[in-house]
């Protein structure tokens, strides 16, 4: 079973820290992709980042930069240089191979940062 | 991306009742998803919205409760039938353009029920 698990529920940090939340995921495929999500206290959600299982470089947009390592199953997100409008609950997801299951987006509980000026 | 545009945006329903959420889409796209968000929960698939033929729902949920319409390729509706508190919750849409695409989502319905 495909299962997404994001160990830290509630970060709070000062403006300007970084702070990287955790996301470590279980499948069976070997072909998957993974998501970051964020969700601002507004409710939208907003697309971050995709990743397939075959692409383990890691990226960088801006103060954002991904960490994905296949060998302990984990995608996690670090946010450099914290501001508070980065204050928000952010989603790890995780979809498997093409087929009538492939579409199908399998959340993690979210990790609400909240950054204090 | 698509803009995605779904209302009502909030609704506050009686119990027993019934409600009907529409997902409109700016263009033509292949994947349409209706998701579920308990009260400080994560979000949960639903159903897979399928064009022109019944939607392709997800354990726990079933088409009696949410019945689901797709048209055509830019527009979808989700009913809430019946309705009780535990109802309560953000009704989210979203949209991809393929299998393993991102997914883009709406702004969200949220729904309570007295």
């Known amino acids: 079973a495909q299962k997404v698990t994001q160990v830290q529920t509630e970060i709070s940090v000062v403006e300007k820290e970084d702070v990287t939340l955790d996301c470590v995921y279980e499948?069976?495929?070997?072909?998957?992709?993974l998501f970051w999500y964020k969700q601002p206290p507004s409710g939208e959600l907003v697309f971050l980042i995709r990743r397939n299982s075959f692409d383990e470089q890691n990226e960088i947009s801006g103060r954002y930069s991904w960490n994905f390592q296949k060998s302990t199953s984990s995608f996690n997100f670090t946010i450099t240089a914290s501001q508070v409008v980065d204050s928000a609950v952010y989603f790890c997801a995780l979809s498997g191979p093409p087929g009538n299951q492939g579409g199908k987006l399998i959340f993690g509980q979210g990790t609400e940062l909240s950054v204090k000026p | 991306s698509a803009v995605i545009s779904q209302k009502p945006s909030r609704d506050i329903c009686q119990r027993g009742t019934s409600l009907t959420i529409q997902c409109q889409v700016d263009?033509?796209?292949?994947?349409m998803f209706w998701y579920r968000q308990q009260p400080g929960q994560s979000l949960t698939l639903i159903a897979t919205?399928?064009?022109?033929?019944?939607?392709?729902?997800e354990s726990g949920f079933v088409i009696d409760k949410f019945p689901i319409s797709r048209p055509n390729l830019t527009f979808s509706t989700l009913t809430v039938s019946n309705m009780s508190p535990e109802d309560s919750s953000i009704y989210l849409c979203s949209v991809g353009q393929g299998i393993n695409q991102p997914q883009h989502f709406g702004d969200g319905t949220r729904l309570s029920i007295l």
């Open positions: 263009s033509q796209v292949t994947m």
């Open positions: 499948t069976r495929d070997t072909t998957y992709y």
């Open positions: 919205a399928n064009q022109g033929s019944e939607a392709t729902y």
